[in-house]
């Protein structure tokens, strides 16, 4: 049996709206156990029994959300082990984290980008963010706040296909909680 934390995208935004108890009812009826939600934007932790490939678990979770919630719900599957890995990453200095006036950022995707991907994500970065891809997540330094970026999140999609994102404050506080 193994831990995993899934990250969804789209969850609680707009009319959408999926209380914690729901969305833990869900993966329960779905097969999993020991299931958790942290924050209310769809970050669940839980144990997936079985043995299943990570990549058949996620298109089961995926359609099943799909079916149960009435729209498409993307999910971004971690192993425990991995979400303490990426809480554990530093990719920025320190003196460039305190001269920001934005968080950093994790965009957690569905594979590792290929060379040319890379390029093309790392290149929409504006003059004074920094970007590092590290596996199959985007760490992101934006010089601002998310609301004032100019970074065209629409083509960071196209380049590296959907993702996810979260604040490396959100993953470290899962990998602490649930992940050790």
């Known amino acids: ?6 990250f969804l995208r789209g969850i609680n935004l707009g009319n959408r709206r999926v209380k914690s108890a729901e969305l833990v009812a869900h993966f ?3 097969g999993m156990a020991e299931v958790a939600t942290f924050r209310a ?6 144990v997936a029994p079985g043995g299943e490939a ?3 678990l996620r298109s089961r979770l995926e359609e099943e959300l799909d079916a149960r919630l009435g729209y498409d719900v993307a999910v971004f599957l971690r192993s425990a082990a991995e979400v303490t890995g990426i809480a554990a990453r530093d990719p920025f ?3 460039a984290i305190a001269a920001s006036k934005g968080k950093p950022q994790v965009l957690l995707l569905g594979g590792r980008p290929g060379a040319k991907a890379a390029r093309d994500a790392l290149a929409l970065a504006p003059e004074g963010d920094l970007m590092v891809l590290e596996d199959r997540e985007l ?3 934006p010089s601002v706040g998310l609301s004032e970026t100019e970074v065209d999140m629409k083509a960071l999609d196209a380049a590296l296909g959907r ?5 490396a404050g959100t993953i470290e506080q899962i990998a602490a909680k649930y992940c050790r």
């Open 54 to 56: 990570e990549g058949a």
């Open 41 to 46: 934007s769809g970050n669940v932790v839980f």
């Open 139 to 141: 760490h992101w330094l």
């Open 1 to 6: 049996m193994e831990r995993y934390v899934a």
């Open 93 to 95: 200095p320190a003196a």
């Open 163 to 167: 993702g996810t994102m979260r604040t």
């Open 28 to 30: 329960e009826a779905i």
